[in-house]
Nanobody, 121 residues
């Protein structure tokens, strides 16, 4: 499975960004899709995971109520809508895929290349 993330950039605090992740080379509908992030000098952090159907999502506490994950199994894409962004959201964001449901980044098999999100105060 190959994952290609896009949509990062620079935004002022309070603004919004939308990240996208396109998957190829596998059966997308069999994969749970997650977003993780890593800020400089910090460990990779769980952001959100969507189950295979897109009907259920689990969010990390730091983004709950501000970020929304969605997926399109027909288009093999998963998106992350990020609203009310804060400077502490600044990080490289990665999409990841796994056949089994997990919020532990170490358990993921497939990773996108990462896209940088910078939120200025």
């Amino acid at each position: 499975v190959q994952l290609q993330a896009s949509g990062g950039g620079w935004v002022q605090a309070g603004g919004s960004l939308r990240l996208s992740c396109a998957a190829s080379g596998g059966t997308f509908g069999r994969l749970h899709m997650g977003w993780f992030r890593q800020a400089p000098g910090k460990e990779r952090e769980f952001v959100v995971i969507s189950d295979r159907s897109g009907q259920s999502a689990y969010y990390g506490d730091s983004v709950k109520g501000r970020f929304t994950i969605s997926r399109d199994n027909g288009e093999n894409t998963v998106n992350l809508q990020m609203n009310s962004l804060k400077p502490e959201d600044t990080a490289v964001y990665y999409c990841a895929a796994r056949e089994r449901y997990s919020s532990d980044w170490k358990a993921y098999n497939y990773w996108g290349q990462g896209t940088l999100v910078t939120v200025s105060s």
